[in-house]
């Protein structure tokens, strides 16, 4: 029965996250490694802190190890440069990342 | 009084034509200066301009190609705007341009609008790149994870990149066609890949008689890949989505081994298709046969025939069958039934139980 209730949900999420991808426009910016600096601080992002942790896999984000930072109006998302996590970075990552 | 006026000018005319001269110069600078800087932003709004219209140029692609995956092509953004971005040592960037692009945007079509910085010292063909198979990407790799193991959805989007790259070299450019060669040459299913997309393959394979144009990778593959999705989204169990991506694995290698045969059944009399299935069976190992709309209903008649034939010519009672089934949009986006067949003539293809 819980596993019934549970796919149900996924299944509403699934079409309620494309219902609202289509609606999104993303703005790519591709920034050199010698502007990160910039960008955080434009964004008002303390790495230092260690607060930010990879949107795919959890691990913490610092200046040195940063590939990708995700705004979306308030939310901050970052991703870090493993290859795995660059590979899962997509256009619709903002639907999937945790 | 005025011809002492009239005089005086006539007298320091010269110099007037040299001040005013002197002055035009100096007010020709910021125009040169403004001319020069709507040159150079001219051409990096083309160079950005580029990069915005490979993207568009994918999902039209996809949506030309991949008429079964309508369904998530539709659901992605059908464009992107690209705000900054680095060519050679240049910065290009029009922020002007990008606001003015948000906000009607925002407006008109109510969208939201996110941004994505992206920090990596690329070079301009490896941007175009990026965004080619990022887009592939959203399309193909986030959706198969349940069916294909990495490397094949990996290859998989590779292969649509650089595919997509061939066709379309006038808007992404020589270097970046390379750029993607390269990139695929490495996949590690290039070759299944390469063979499914072939006509050759098509060709051996399909048990109707030509004509038969269309490639069975995006014809046949991509619509069972969809349709065993769509089975087991919900499933979260481990074990079962490593056989089903066993199962997959193998029944692609077996199609681009010429192992399956596969028909495709349409308004023709069914014993005409049988006939064709009887000519070939003892060449393939299997049949797959291909229905959709009112002719899923043939199916049922398909497999008792075809199993009475493996009965009486290969004395195989039980043949290993599976049914890939469900509704995928149309042209027109509205859903049609798929049914697709396979039948086996011994269990190599491992079953769930």
């Known amino acids: 029965m819980a596993s019934k209730e549970n796919s149900r949900v996924e299944v509403k999420n699934v079409r309620s996250a494309y219902g609202s991808l289509c609606r999104l426009l993303p703005v790519i910016s591709f920034a050199r490694r010698s502007d990160i600096d910039k960008y955080l601080k434009m964004y008002n992002v303390n790495l230092e802190s260690g607060k930010f942790r990879c949107a795919i896999c959890g691990d913490v984000v610092t200046r040195e190890n940063i590939y990708a930072l995700i705004v979306n109006g308030p939310s901050i998302k970052v991703i870090c440069n493993k290859p795995s996590c660059q590979a899962r970075l997509t256009i619709n990552t903002p639907y999937y990342a945790r | 009084m005025l011809d002492k006026i009239l005089e005086f000018i006539e007298h320091q005319l010269p110099y007037l034509r040299d001040v005013i001269s002197y002055l035009l110069g100096l007010a020709s600078l910021p125009l040169v200066k403004f001319l020069w800087t709507t040159i150079k932003n001219w051409f990096a709004l083309r160079d950005l301009k580029r990069l915005e219209k490979s993207y568009s140029s994918v999902i039209k692609f996809a949506k030309r190609n991949l008429l079964e995956l309508g369904f998530l092509v539709n659901k992605l953004p059908d464009e992107i705007v690209v705000e900054i971005a680095y060519k050679d040592d240049r910065a290009l960037f029009s922020k002007f341009r990008s606001y003015l692009k948000k906000n009607i945007i925002k407006k008109i079509k109510r969208k939201e609008c996110f941004n994505i910085i992206v920090f990596s010292d690329m070079s301009y063909d490896e941007q175009i790149a990026f965004i080619i198979q990022k887009a592939f990407e959203s ?137 064709y299935i009887k000519e070939r069976i003892d060449e393939f190992e299997g049949i797959l046969i291909c229905t959709r709309g009112k002719f899923t209903n043939l199916c049922e008649y398909f497999i008792k025939e075809i199993g009475s034939i493996f009965w009486k010519e290969l004395n195989i009672s039980r043949p290993y069958v599976e049914i890939f089934e469900g509704d995928l949009p149309s042209e027109a986006n509205k859903p049609v039934h798929y049914r697709y067949v396979l039948i086996f003539k011994q269990d190599t293809i491992k079953t769930d139980g």
Request: charged letters at 30%.
């Open chain 2, 139 to 275: 399309i193909i790799s986030y959706e198969y994870e349940k069916v294909l193991g990495i490397d094949f959805r990996e290859s998989l989007v590779l292969y649509y990149s650089y595919k997509f790259a061939f066709l379309c070299e006038k808007i992404v450019g020589q270097n970046v066609v390379h750029l993607l060669e390269r990139k695929f040459n490495k996949a590690k299913f290039k070759d299944i890949i390469l063979k499914l997309d072939s006509k050759e393959l098509e060709e051996r394979v399909t048990l109707n008689p030509p004509p038969e144009v269309r490639p069975l990778l995006d014809r046949v593959i991509i619509p069972i890949i969809e349709l065993k999705n769509n089975e087991i989204r919900n499933v979260n169990d481990l074990s079962a989505i490593e056989l089903t991506r066993k199962k997959m694995h193998d029944l692609l290698n077996k199609i681009s081994e010429e192992r399956i045969g596969i028909i495709f059944i349409g308004i023709k009399n069914p014993d005409e298709y049988l006939h």
